[in-house]
């Protein structure tokens, strides 16, 4: 499994950052459009639980994410 990053961008200074683990990036494609125009709901890794509405969002930002191990 990957890791990828999604952004979802409100304006040009409120964002969220979500991370979901796929096989592909035409997967976590896939799952963009798939909950487009729709609430979806995420707690974040720091235990931040975020509800929003895809369609209120300006950009969603998609890029494969590589962690560095400390």
């Not at 990053?5 to 096989?23: E, G, L, Q």
């Not at 035409?26 to 799952?31: D, G, H, R, T, Y």
Request: net charge neutral; proline share 0%; no cysteine.
């Amino acid at each position: 499994m990957k890791e990828f990053k999604i952004t979802y961008f409100f304006d040009d200074t409120h964002y969220i950052r979500r991370f979901v683990h796929m096989a592909s990036q035409q997967q976590a494609e896939k799952l963009i459009r798939d909950e487009r125009d729709q609430y979806i709901s995420f707690t974040d890794n720091r235990g931040i639980y975020h509800e929003l509405h895809t369609g209120h969002v300006r950009i969603i930002q998609l890029a494969e994410y590589h962690r560095k191990d400390t």
